[in-house]
């Protein structure tokens, strides 16, 4: 299923990560409950920028649930430390993850949960009850140290935290890391969006860049629905994918006794998919009632 973006904020000046974002994220999950009806269940992953009171208590009023990156403050790292070695489990990741800190490719960890009140230090009224999923990886440097005969005392690990409040019976601990590791698709959307309209943003005046994003997310989420229609591998494709292959085609239009005939290149390797595109497009299945 390709992503489809729901929201976006153009935000003015030098600014944090988390600025606004009360706002984006409560609109995200309105739109979603619109979108896909008011008994689904939403989960909105989000990085540690925005681990704060604002972002995640829009979520929760809107009646989603919230599953975002903790930073490693003392309290984070006291809950890690309380953690029973029995309580870890070994889980492999089905591709490996790249470490950005060891530069390397990670297949194996484990995972553990503990329950955590969120914002514990804000008033009663900002607490969030949930559950504190720590993923912890092998720290290759130690191992590389052990190599040099620089051993260490103990087992290193590296630690990756986050809060969730997803329901437990839903989403076990296991599944609940998997589920929310899958939040740096916004990473792609990300470069997807910089590799066609937001590459460069046309003018200095705010409100124009503003309107050139609406645009900009317009036209992603009618290319990746193109890419969907087809019916192909072209439904994972980026915009640029669909771009150079369905709309970017060489044609000719001819009329022949009042009707408008299509010249399209032959041999066309994107033909089907064109094609069964096209049939989707001018002769719509009936509306299910």
């Known amino acids: 299923m390709a992503p489809v973006i729901v929201a976006q904020r153009l935000r003015k000046g030098a600014c944090n990560s988390s600025r606004g974002a009360r706002r984006l994220v409560g609109d995200v999950v309105k739109t ?20 704060g009171r604002g972002a995640v208590h829009a979520a929760l009023a809107g009646g989603a649930a919230v ?49 955590l009140t969120a914002f514990a230090a804000q008033r009663r009224a900002d607490h969030v009850q949930g559950r ?7 720290d290759l440097n130690a191992e590389a140290h052990r190599a040099t005969g620089q051993d260490t005392l103990f087992d290193t690990w590296r630690f990756h935290a986050f809060f969730t409040t997803a329901d437990p019976e839903l989403l076990d601990t ?3 890391d998997k589920t929310h590791r899958g939040h740096a698709v916004i990473e792609q959307v990300h ?18 860049n503003a309107a050139w994003l609406v645009l900009a997310v317009i036209t992603f989420n009618l290319t990746r629905a193109v890419g969907v229609l087809t019916g192909t591998d072209l439904a994972r ?51 299910v009632s």
């Open 132 to 138: 504190l999923v720590v993923r912890r990886i092998p």
């Open 174 to 176: 296991v599944a609940a």
């Open 237 to 287: 494709a980026t915009t640029a994918t669909v771009r150079r292959k369905l709309i970017h085609v060489p044609a000719r239009a001819a009329s022949r006794r009042r009707r408008l005939i299509l010249h399209l290149p032959h041999p066309w390797p994107w033909q089907t998919p064109w094609s069964h595109l096209f049939d989707r497009l001018a002769d719509p299945p009936p509306a």
């Open 32 to 51: 979603a409950r619109r979108l896909l009806g008011p008994s689904s269940r939403l989960l909105v992953r989000m990085e540690s920028a925005y681990y």
């Open 191 to 208: 470069a997807d969006l910089k590799g066609s309209a937001l590459a460069h943003l046309p003018s200095g005046v705010f409100t124009a």
């Open 67 to 115: 599953s975002v990156t903790v930073r490693m403050d003392s309290w984070i790292r006291a809950a890690i430390s309380s953690l029973a070695e029995e309580s870890w489990t070994p889980i492999e990741h089905p591709h490996a993850v790249f470490d950005e800190d060891t530069g390397a490719w990670v297949s194996a960890a484990e995972v553990a949960e503990i329950g």
